[in-house]
């Protein structure tokens, strides 16, 4: 039987990894008039939980990853990482950008290894481990427009890897790819956090993906966003991509979840 999706009270004081608190925020519109994005999140993601957000364009999931990473100053309420404040460029908080964020004039080696020596660590061989580690050993010399889509991908994560963090936001990080390597990436990344722990935020408009990595999917409403519902996803681990489609848990979750997410698009 699955389980009913929950509302979204406060989250209990439980240990928490990253707990974000009553966190409000708007923009200054186009014409002067301040925009709500985010209203009232209230969000606690347990240590080593992988967790999902779905919700239509423009409802602030952007915005939510960059106030956890401490980018963005919320109007109201805040984020907690291991219950302390998060501070701007803690490198325990990974961040992956929706958008392409190597550096174009520095080999895939170097993309990794120069924010490390930016801060002051050495480079013990760790850096070209970490592209082996993620398939891209063999272009550690090649310059990102010399990679593919996937491959920049890969380059992206190992530069976060390099920092040793304990959380990854992950923004949309294979929506620009072809089915395929999204499906290869999906897998990898499955391994990689299995044998890391690694408490993980990601964001997705593929279901499918949310389902199939997540343990709980959160719908956001259209803007301002705010949490419409929280899904459990009742599927074993370790998973195997390709056979999630054909259980019956996982397609009875995927229309639940797009009958909800659909009303949301439809308004906004
Ligand atoms: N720096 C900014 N200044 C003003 N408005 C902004 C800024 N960043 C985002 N917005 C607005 O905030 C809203 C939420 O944007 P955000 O990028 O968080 O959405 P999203 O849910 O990530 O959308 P998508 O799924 O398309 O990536 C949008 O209306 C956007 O136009
Ligand atoms: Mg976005």
Same mark, same amino acid.
């Given at each position: 039987?699955?389980?009913?999706?929950? !509302?979204?009270?406060?989250?209990?004081?439980?240990?928490?990894?990253l707990r974000v608190e009553?966190?409000?925020?708007?923009?200054? @519109? @186009?014409?002067? =008039?301040?925009?709500?994005?985010?209203?009232?999140?209230?969000?606690?993601?347990? &240590? @080593?939980?992988?967790?999902? /957000?779905?919700?239509?364009?423009?409802?602030?999931?952007?915005?939510?990853?960059?106030?956890?990473?401490?980018?963005?100053?919320?109007?109201?309420?805040?984020?907690?990482?291991?219950?302390? &404040?998060?501070?701007? @460029?803690?490198? =325990? /908080?990974?961040?992956?950008?929706?958008?392409? !964020?190597?550096?174009?004039?520095?080999?895939?080696l170097d993309n990794v290894?120069?924010?490390?020596?930016? $801060?002051?660590?050495? #480079?013990?061989?760790?850096?070209?481990?970490?592209?082996?580690?993620?398939?891209?050993?063999?272009?550690?010399?090649?310059?990102?427009?010399?990679?593919?889509?996937?491959?920049?991908?890969?380059?992206?994560?190992?530069?976060?890897?390099?920092?040793?963090?304990?959380?990854?936001?992950?923004?949309?990080?294979?929506?620009?790819? #072809?089915?395929?390597?999204?499906?290869?990436?999906?897998?990898?990344?499955?391994?990689?956090?299995?044998?890391?722990?690694?408490? $993980?935020?990601?964001?997705?408009? #593929?279901?499918?993906?949310?389902?199939?990595?997540? #343990?709980?999917?959160?719908?956001?409403?259209?803007? &301002?966003? =705010?949490?419409?519902?929280?899904?459990?996803?009742?599927?074993?681990?370790?998973?195997?991509?390709?056979?999630?489609?054909?259980?019956?848990?996982?397609?009875?979750?995927?229309?639940?979840?797009?009958?909800?997410?659909?009303?949301? /698009?439809?308004?906004?």
């Amino acid at each position: 039987m699955m389980q009913e999706a929950s !509302t979204t009270e406060t989250p209990a004081k439980l240990s928490a990894k990253l707990r974000v608190e009553g966190v409000s925020l708007e923009f200054p @519109g @186009g014409d002067g =008039r301040a925009i709500k994005v985010l209203n009232g999140i209230d969000l606690a993601i347990a &240590p @080593g939980e992988f967790c999902t /957000i779905v919700g239509p364009s423009g409802c602030g999931k952007s915005t939510l990853l960059s106030v956890i990473a401490g980018l963005l100053a919320p109007a109201s309420g805040r984020c907690l990482l291991d219950e302390k &404040p998060v501070q701007v @460029g803690n490198p =325990r /908080i990974g961040y992956m950008f929706q958008s392409d !964020t190597l550096l174009p004039w520095a080999t895939a080696l170097d993309n990794v290894r120069l924010p490390l020596e930016a $801060v002051g660590r050495k #480079d013990d061989g760790r850096c070209l481990d970490l592209l082996r580690r993620v398939g891209v050993g063999d272009f550690a010399a090649s310059y990102p427009w010399q990679l593919s889509g996937g491959m920049r991908k890969r380059v992206q994560l190992a530069r976060l890897l390099a920092q040793e963090p304990d959380v990854l936001l992950m923004d949309e990080p294979f929506g620009a790819l #072809d089915a395929q390597t999204k499906l290869l990436m999906q897998e990898e990344l499955l391994r990689l956090w299995e044998s890391t722990k690694l408490t $993980v935020l990601f964001v997705t408009h #593929d279901l499918s993906e949310a389902i199939s990595l997540s #343990d709980r999917v959160l719908l956001f409403s259209a803007r &301002p966003g =705010r949490i419409k519902e929280q899904y459990d996803v009742p599927l074993d681990r370790p998973r195997q991509i390709e056979e999630i489609v054909s259980d019956p848990h996982y397609n009875e979750l995927f229309v639940r979840i797009w009958r909800s997410l659909r009303e949301e /698009i439809r308004l906004s």
